[in-house]
């Protein structure tokens, strides 16, 4: 009932599931956002793969629009008075200069430091009467530090070049109108401080929509998984309505009839009990599939059998000889210390092949398994003698004539998954069939003898082999 309600409650999930959000695709259909989307990304995978080529960009910028005007020895301020630069040693000059060219190869990775540096240079020309054009480079480690450095840090900045500037516009340059100058000044450094916040909100924005558009990915993800979640349970509540019942009648009607036999001795008795014991197993695989296909919750209590194993191959033989099939049954090595899924392994293909005994050879043939365990590996070995002679011939082995049956690539792919051989075909005596598979399942012991393959106690029949 606690998995019916879950799949219940899936159900009206998925029904009352509002539908998806259009997200990232409408942010990039759009005409101004998806422009700025795709130069974005574009931009942010050359820095990723070359950092240093915008930093670069920048120095060489500065250089060739500032390094004539320091060639031609002659300058000016802002405000059209000569400076004094003809005053100043040339080794000055070009000190100064590298003081405001080379911080800018790091404005990135320390902006803040940067500029602070850069500040200091400017405020040491400014002491020198000198307005060199490298003065721009204040500028631009100011704008680097309101786009990528910290708020507060850049709070400070701002001070600190008000109050530089206006030394520099009132004290330290001689102007004929300070406050014009300052005025003019102060102007760049706020474009500066605006167009660098401006892009930082604008980063900010693009990113949160990538974040809105990764996170509704995920959404739609989880949408789908719970919907495809609630469509096993659906058909694994109509396998168990409809296959359940007709097993479970089968089962009933089988016990009701081996009673009935047995109370009148009939002989049909003990087919008709092994008829139930059957429907019954299958009633047990049915569920250990539902159960897979329902997902129940981990804590819910699962009444499900352990998987069967190399010690319930009596039982099996057991209703094997009991349907008409003599069966000769022999082991070598220890069997019990293998893993659980190479017993499981065994059994499926020990089943397998007597299900296609049963099935092509049928009564009055015999069958003989022997299952070795040694030397690192496990050896099964199914052999039956054919149908007997003067009983009807049976349909050809091996499925129809376009390929083999799903038994066979069963037995095949149970192997492959331990780098085992498979060999199938008639026996070399001319009458009756081989299943002969080999698992190569390595021991403590035998770890480092594991790569080499090791040769059957038997020969092998002829046949077809698969690794």
Known sequence: MSAQRAADSADTARGSALPPSPGFDAAWAHPLLGRLLRDQSRRQRLDRRHPWLLDTAVVLFVVAITLPDLLRGEGTSPFGEPDARDQVPSAVLYALFAGFVVPLWWRRRAPAVTYFVIASVSLVQWSLELWLPTGMAALIALYTLARRGSLRVLGWAVAVTVVELLLAAFVLMPTEHPVLGAFLLLG???????????????????????????????????????????????????????????????????????????????????????????????????????????????????????????????????????????????????????????????????????????????????????????????RIRVADTGVPSGAPPRARRGGDDDGPGHGLVGIRQRAAMYGGTVIVGPRDTGHGWLVDVVLDVPTASTASTASTPSTPSTPSAPGEQLS
């Open 188 to 378: 760049t450094v706020t474009a500066a401080v605006t167009v660098g916040l401006t892009l930082r909100i604008r980063r900010m924005y693009l990113e949160a929509l990538e974040d809105r558009a990764r996170r509704l990915e995920i959404e739609q993800e989880q949408r789908m998984r719970l919907t495809a979640a609630a469509e096993r349970s659906r058909v694994a509540r109509e396998m168990h309505d409809i296959v359940g019942h007709n097993l479970s009648v089968m089962v009933s009607v089988a016990d009701g009839a081996a009673t009935l036999a047995g109370n009148r001795g009939e002989r049909s008795a003990e087919a008709l009990r092994i008829l139930g014991d059957t429907g019954r197993q299958a009633m047990s695989e049915l569920r250990r599939v539902l159960g897979v296909l329902r997902e129940e919750q981990r804590d819910e209590a699962r009444m499900l059998g352990p998987q069967p194993g190399v010690g319930d191959l009596d039982p099996l033989l057991g209703r094997v000889r009991a349907a008409g099939v003599g069966v000769t049954y022999r082991t070598v090595g220890d069997l019990g210390s293998l893993g659980s899924g190479v017993q499981l392994t065994v059994y499926r293909i020990v089943q397998e092949a007597l299900t296609n005994t049963l099935k092509h050879a049928g009564a009055g043939s015999s069958a003989e398994v022997t299952v070795t365990a040694e030397a690192g590996e496990v």
